[in-house]
C-alpha cells in the first residue's frame, strides 16, 4: 500500500545534499505531497504495515520523517490519505525502510 502525505517543513540539510545517489533530497519542497510506498522488507510481518505510515493519524497530527543516507535531511509531514493500490509518480516517491 502507498501513503501520501503533504510536506509540512525540511532541514536545509535536504537542499545541500551533492552525492549522486542522494540528489533526490534536493528535489523536497514544502507543500508538495509525496507518495510513499510500503514493501516488504519494511513491513512488519506480525502488523503487515510499515512503522511510520501513520496508520492512527487523522486531521492535522504532525509526523515527522528522516531521509536515510542523511539523518540531517528530516521534515515534518502530514498524512492526506492511504491508497491500498499503489500509483505513486516517478517523482516525488519514496519508500518505507
Known amino acids: 500500500y502507498c501513503v501520501e ?5 525540511l532541514s536545509q540539510h ?10 533526490w533530497m534536493q528535489y523536497l519542497r514544502e507543500g508538495h505531497t509525496v507518495c510513499v510506498a510500503c514493501q516488504p522488507p ?4 506480525a502488523t503487515q504495515r510499515c512503522s ?3 496508520q492512527s493519524a487523522h486531521g ?5 520523517w528522516e531521509a536515510i543516507g542523511n ?6 509531514w502530514k498524512k492526506i490519505r492511504q491508497l491500498e493500490h ?12
Not at 502525505?5 to 517543513?9: A, D, I, N, Y
Not at 539523518?71 to 515534518?76: E, I, K, L
Request: hydrophobic share 30%; proline share 4%; net charge positive.
Open 5 to 9: 502525505f503533504r510536506t509540512e517543513s
Open 14 to 23: 535536504c537542499a545541500l545534499e551533492t552525492r549522486p545517489h542522494a540528489r
Open 52 to 54: 511510520g505510515d501513520g
Open 60 to 64: 492535522d497530527k504532525i509526523l515527522h
Open 86 to 97: 499503489c500509483s505513486c509518480p516517478l517523482v516525488h516517491s519514496f519508500i518505507f525502510t
Open 71 to 76: 539523518s540531517q535531511c528530516q521534515g515534518t
Open 42 to 45: 519494511a513491513m512488519s510481518r
